[in-house]
T-cell receptor, first 115, second 114 residues
């Protein structure tokens, strides 16, 4: 089956620094990628939809300037958490879909801890 | 707006027995898809099974089957012959043609006991 690679799997950073998370589709072209955030023992909440070659669409309440998304190619989307704060500590997970979005595949997730 | 409701925060099942995880949904779209994912403690989301709204037969994938009752807007997951490795969080999700991303329920934590 299709594989989505996400890294790093875990990152610890100091407050105020920026962290970049990569999501790659390994064997298919992902015109659309989705970024989710999951707090402990909670569900996945959609943060933004990333479209190749265009601006991302953010969900209500998600700060565009804090969570920068770049989808420069059909196989790579990045999420940059800028000026991270402890409240940004969470599990971030991406998913990628094919052209018809009939199937969505998830990366393995990134656990971000901001000290 | 779409909504997924999973009313069972936690479930216990004995090894080798079957278990049903409940999922009800709400959508105004006529065409939609229903998904079940398994999330072990490692965090990855493992796709289990998919049911399209126009599929007449219930979906099955190995030990997983989906009890789809469209009129009741329910899409319960049935796991047969439970194994210890089935212990995990299980999420029901919906995708319709208008909203391309998945909307997830709150999840059910399944614990399989020996």
């Amino acid at each position: 089956g299709a594989v989505v690679s996400q890294h790093p799997s875990r990152v610890i950073c100091k407050s105020g620094t920026s962290v970049k998370i990569e999501c790659r589709s390994l064997d298919f072209q992902a015109t659309t990628m989705f970024w989710y955030r999951q707090f402990p023992k909670q569900s996945l909440m959609l943060m933004a939809t990333s479209n190749e070659g265009s601006k991302a669409t953010y969900e209500q309440g998600v700060e565009k300037d804090k969570f920068l998304i770049n989808h420069a190619s059909l196989t790579l989307s990045t999420l940059t958490v800028t000026s991270a704060h402890p409240e940004d500590s969470s599990f971030y997970i991406c998913s990628a879909g094919d052209l018809e979005l009939e199937k969505l595949f998830f990366g393995s997730g990134t656990q971000l801890s901001v000290l | 707006a779409q909504k997924i409701t999973q009313t069972q925060p936690g479930m216990f099942v004995q090894e080798k027995e079957a278990v049903t995880l409940d999922c009800t949904y709400d959508t105004s779209d006529q065409s939609y898809g229903l998904f079940w994912y398994k999330q072990p403690s490692s965090g990855e989301m493992i796709f289990l099974i998919y049911q399209g709204s126009y599929d007449e037969q219930n979906a099955t994938e190995g030990r997983y089957s989906l009890n789809f009752q469209k009129a009741r807007k329910s899409a319960n997951l049935v796991i047969s012959a439970s194994q210890l490795g089935d212990s995990a969080m299980y999420f029901c999700a919906i995708k319709d043609t208008g909203r391309r991303a998945l909307t997830f329920g709150s999840g059910t934590r399944l614990q399989v006991q020996p």
